[in-house]
Every structure is written in structure tokens, then in C-alpha cells.
């Protein structure tokens, strides 16, 4: 069983800072991309921020510049730092990971995080 479970959410002003994190737990053999997607009210769930295992990084166009993502495999856990936040990045931010719990699995598997609030207010 594979566990992934978000921290650091809540409520702050227009220009203000969140630091989110994600550790992951459980029966975990090797851990690729690792990744935030958030979700508005009445929006699909869109890709915030994905970094590889070797620290590749990718943004969303509208996060770029404000947002960063990091991971300490030690510890495997994904963060993101978001700096200069805007009240349209109001949503609930999930955690994401492609995981392979045992060596004999063929190919990863998609976990999610169970959600962490998020609200910029202006």
C-alpha cells in the first residue's frame, strides 16, 4: 500500500507565499515523476509542476517564474514553493507519483494525494 500525503495549505493574501509538501510512504520499490496538479471549482484538474527523478523540471505557463518544485529523494518527498501567489490560484492542489512498489512490477503505477486546500484571497 502506497500513501501519498499532502501538507502546508491554507489561506493567504494576494503576493504571499505557501510551501507545500508531499511524502510519500509504504511499499515503494522506485519513485519517478513526481508532480502537483491542482483543481478550481468548476475546472478541470490541470498540471501545475512535474520533476523527473533526476531533477528535470516542468511548469505550467501560468506558474512560471512564481513556482518551484523540488524533491528530496532521501526523504521521498516533492515540494512546492509558490511565491507571488494570485488569487486565480485558488484551487486544491493534489500530490502526484509514478511509483513501482515491487521490482517485479512491468511498469508504474499512478498514485494521488488526498487533496490539500489552497486560497488566495485579493
Known amino acids: 500500500q502506497v500513501q501519498l500525503v499532502e501538507s502546508g495549505g491554507g489561506l493567504v493574501q494576494a503576493g504571499g507565499s505557501l510551501r507545500l509538501s508531499c511524502a510519500a510512504s509504504?511499499?515503494?520499490?522506485?519513485?519517478?515523476?513526481m508532480g502537483w496538479y491542482r483543481q478550481a471549482p468548476g475546472k478541470q484538474r490541470e498540471l501545475v509542476a512535474g520533476?523527473?527523478?533526476?531533477?528535470?523540471?516542468n511548469y505550467a505557463d501560468s506558474v512560471k517564474g512564481r513556482f518551484t518544485i523540488s524533491r528530496d529523494n532521501a526523504k521521498i518527498t516533492v515540494y512546492l514553493q509558490m511565491n507571488s501567489l494570485k488569487p486565480e490560484d485558488t484551487a486544491v492542489y493534489y500530490c502526484?507519483?509514478?511509483?513501482?512498489?515491487?521490482?517485479?512490477?512491468?511498469?508504474?503505477?499512478?498514485?494521488w494525494g488526498q487533496g490539500t486546500q489552497v486560497t488566495v484571497s485579493s
Open positions: 509504504g511499499s515503494i520499490f522506485s519513485i519517478h515523476v
Open positions: 502526484n507519483a509514478d511509483i513501482r512498489p515491487r521490482s517485479y512490477y512491468a511498469s508504474t503505477i499512478d498514485y
Open positions: 520533476i523527473t527523478s533526476s531533477g528535470i523540471t
